[in-house]
């Protein structure tokens, strides 16, 4: 069963220490994947914020995201915010699978997981679906296998299909990893596969902004661009392992959801510069899904991590699309 308490609405906490209460849900013994695969896990874990009472937003994000969303998306995730936690309760999860697990898992076993949470928690509606990357093509798959389940959904910087490019990075990287793991030598692996990762969900124009200066006395010694790369990969190396990140990489590219079979009303967000998730796919999403609110495109220096760090145009587009939610009153607690 899960267990949650009232949080105390109002109060204009730092931003990245916005209060949050624990909820879990008993995961079944039947319970299966799509493959088949039973999961390790006996509970699905998340956290709930914000104000009680008022309506209920979803908030997931990339495959490095999880319940600690007040934190991870602390900028947005606030008292004050684009998802206001004086307006709004929030909801975020853990993603399947554990760290130690290889499993097959797609998006819409991301959702039926979500799902046994809401249950537990006696949530029959999410008012809003926020989902930026993994979590939107999570928030897709949700609002086409639950469509009674939801009010409205937001999508930034996720398609409704992984493009061929995106899945050839990611598998070299899920080799990468594979061989590292099998060798031996797992943590060296998640640096390098990181390492490589980054170059992805950020641009040329970034690196050639930020980066520069003279070549190292020696071949294979860095250059400036592979510190930076160098640091972000020994810090993902503590947070993850290498059986989980293939298992989540590999569902990004197993993500395919018929735009056509979301009927909510839907907010689309997408970057012009984002590699990984084409422009082009994201206006093809938008345009053939049937109840269509708003769409915006924007250019970004940071390719697919814009929406961590395009706060204006990210938080413009979400509270268009929260703000409905915001105009009705909350059944604080006493």
Known sequence: MATTQDITAGQDWP?????????????????????????????????????????????????????DAARWWSWTV??????????????????????????????????????????????????????????????QAFAAAFPGRIGELIVISAAHRAHPSATAWRGV??????FARDCGREAEGIALARELAMTTYRTADEFDWRFGGAAPAEAGQPYPVCDYLISRGADYAEVTSASRWIALSDSLDRHA????????????????????????DIRDFARRAP??????????IFGHDAFLKEREVVGRALHAALSPLYARPSELAA
């Open 15 to 67: 931003v990245d220490e916005a209060p949050g209460v624990d909820v879990r849900a008993v995961l079944p013994s039947d319970f299966r994947l799509a493959s088949g695969e039973a999961l390790a896990a006996t509970e699905v874990v998340g956290r709930i914020y914000g104000a009680a009472g008022a309506p209920l937003v979803v908030v997931a994000g990339g495959i490095s995201s999880g319940r």
């Open 78 to 139: 606030r008292a004050g915010g684009p998802i206001d936690l004086n307006r709004v309760r929030v909801l975020a999860v853990d993603l399947a699978p554990g760290r130690a697990e290889a499993v097959t898992i797609t998006t819409t076993d991301q959702a039926r997981l979500l799902v046994l949470l809401l249950d537990a928690l006696g949530e029959p509606v999410v008012d809003a679906f926020v989902g930026a990357s993994y979590g939107g093509c999570i928030g």
């Open 173 to 178: 990287q899920r080799r990468l990893l594979a």
């Open 257 to 280: 959801v018929a735009p056509e079979a979301i009927a909510c009303p839907l907010t689309v967000l997408g970057f012009t510069s984002d590699r990984l998730v084409p422009i082009e």
């Open 291 to 300: 109840n269509l609110r708003r769409f915006e495109e924007a250019p970004s």
